[in-house]
């Protein structure tokens, strides 16, 4: 069902949003080539933590996968797509592109957001293309989602861009509904037809979140049960973003740009 957020409940996604945008932003001053991914997750739950957040991630079990998710935020280097787990064991190298995903709940309201970022000063350029190919995919889909639009709108322009960039989109996975729970209804899909699927109302709180390969699909699952990748081993990239319908827009609840 789909839920419409009454201003209270806004104002404490707001709350969770901003400490999701704050992860992100620290994320870009800590990560660095030789870092090992558990170290970010570290960083990651100390500042959720002091922010009097809990990380939504942490614990987080779905259907078919036995164990629960075992980190504070998702880290997916280069050909993994999302739901990379942290380990002391797994270490950022120059040239790798890393994407965070983060969630944080705040007195029972959650906040989600993601972003890819480029390691070390030797990223190629084609990895930087598929950073901003991706980045940009982000901003045209918020360019639908205004009161009257749909969700078809939304994945339809994403995945015209993106395929018009000669990059792959992932059709697995979607952006969700948000609020009491970090995914609810509806799925936000990043492809489709143009004028079909819901109508976007003013209260709907949800994350538009792009995951594009500059290969092509299908994904597969790593022996973890969590990790996406792709199955060609070409490269992955992840922008997010919580976002609020407004009266006559949209509002940006997890400002980390
Ligand atoms: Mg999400």
Known sequence: MVTLKKPPEIEKMKRAGAVVADVLNLMRDVIKPGIDTLSLDSAAEDLISRESAS??????????????????????????????????????????????????????????????????????????LLMETTREALHIGMSQASPGHTLGDIGHAIEKWVLGRGCGIVRDYAGHGIGRKMHEAPQVPNHGKAGSGMVLRAGLTFCIEPMVMSGAEPVRSASNGWTVLTKDGSDAAHFEHTLLITADGVMILTPWE
Not at 59 to 79: E, H, K, L, M, Q
Request: aromatic letters at 8%; charged letters at 25%.
């Open 55 to 128: 990380a939504s991630f942490k614990g987080y079990r779905v259907r078919g996968i036995d164990t629960p998710f075992p980190g504070s935020i998702c880290v997916s280097i280069n050909d993994e797509v999302v739901h990379g787990i942290p380990s002391k064991d797994r270490f950022l190298e120059d040239g790798d592109i890393v994407s965070i995903d983060v969630g944080a709940m705040v007195e029972g309201y959650h906040g989600d957001a993601a972003c890819t970022y480029p390691v070390g000063d030797s990223v190629s350029r084609e990895r930087g």
